[in-house]
Each structure stands twice: as C-alpha cells, then as structure tokens.
C-alpha cells in the first residue's frame, strides 16, 4: 500500500472502531472492537516523528474528545489520555535542542518497558492470579492493604516481563527455524 495509504488505513479503521465497533459490547472479541485504541497508539508513534507534530497531537486530542462526547467508554479515554502523552513526550523530545537527564531517562524506561509489553501481556495474569490468592490466604481486609497488593503486583508483574524478555525472548529471538 504504501507508508501513507497504511496510515490513512490505519487511520480509517480506527476512526470507524471509534465511533461504531467499539460501542457494542458483544463485539469485544472481534479485533475490530479493540482497533480504536491500537490505532490511537499508532497514531500516536506518527505524530511523535512527524514535522508539525503539535498541530497532529491536537487533531488527535479533538477526535478523542469527539470520540467520547459520542459516547463515554473509560477504556478509551485511558488509550487516548495515553497515546496523547506518549505523542507528546516524543515530540517534545525530538524537538528539544538540549535534551535534560529526565527526558532522556523518561524516553529510554519507556523504550525498555515497551520492549517487555508482549511478555508482559504473557504473563501478567498469572501474576495477579497469585497475588489474589495470596491476598485471599492472608486476609487482608483494609483498603491500604489492597493498594499495597495491587501496588507489589504491578511491579512484580514489571519485573517478571522484563526478566522473561531479557533471558527468554531475546535468545528466541536470535533462533532461525
């Protein structure tokens, strides 16, 4: 298709999940439901690269405001507060002559935790199965107590990604079949 047809399909397609797939709840499993939030993602990578970026970021903050005065999904403002940030970040990096420490470090722990996000997506269930077990064994009934649970799960679960993308997926990786 090209670099530009792919975006605008992209561009398109989400859109359309946006404002139709993603508002019947018997479609969330079908990919069409999901692609509203995949494509914002993408979206989101472009405009970090893109020339005029700032005037992208802001027709991507209004398609999501649109979006959601359509209809009100919390899962889509979560995307959409996400990708805005993430956009945002890469192009005020790129477009910064000097680059702080900050930025720098923001920049490269996103790059390594986005590296890990399949792993993650492997085996975050998992994770969280044992931290409610745990949890349940324990009886841990206060709020603080949930919090600390769902605070150690999250970086368990942090941890456990990138440890399998580092010392499983990498060495996979590098396997020709």
């Known amino acids: 298709l090209g670099a530009q047809r792919a975006r605008l399909l992209v561009a398109a397609v989400a859109l359309t999940s946006l ?3 993603n508002l019947h709840a018997d479609g969330d499993n079908w990919a069409l439901y999901f692609f509203g939030a995949y494509g914002l993602g993408a979206i989101a990578w472009w405009v970090g690269h893109a020339p005029k970026a700032g005037r992208w970021v ?3 903050a209004v398609t999501l405001a649109a979006a959601l005065a359509w209809e009100y999904r919390t899962r889509i403002l979560l ?3 996400v990708a805005l940030a993430l956009a945002w970040m890469q192009w005020n990096n790129q477009r910064s002559a000097q680059k702080t420490k900050l930025s720098q470090w923001s920049i490269q722990g996103l790059g390594l935790l986005s590296q890990a996000s399949y792993a993650l997506f492997l085996l975050h269930f998992s994770v969280l ?3 409610n077990a ?3 064994h324990t009886g841990h009934s206060t709020s603080v107590g949930v919090w600390q649970v769902i605070g150690l799960s999250w970086v368990l679960c942090q941890f456990a990604a990138l440890a399998f993308e580092r010392w499983v997926e ?3 990786a590098r ?3």
């Open 19 to 21: 404002f139709y797939f």
């Open 170 to 172: 990498r060495p996979l």
């Open 129 to 131: 199965l044992l931290a």
């Open 79 to 81: 995307a959409g507060l």
């Open 134 to 136: 745990w949890f349940a």
């Open 175 to 177: 396997l020709r079949f």
């Open 58 to 60: 802001m027709m991507v």
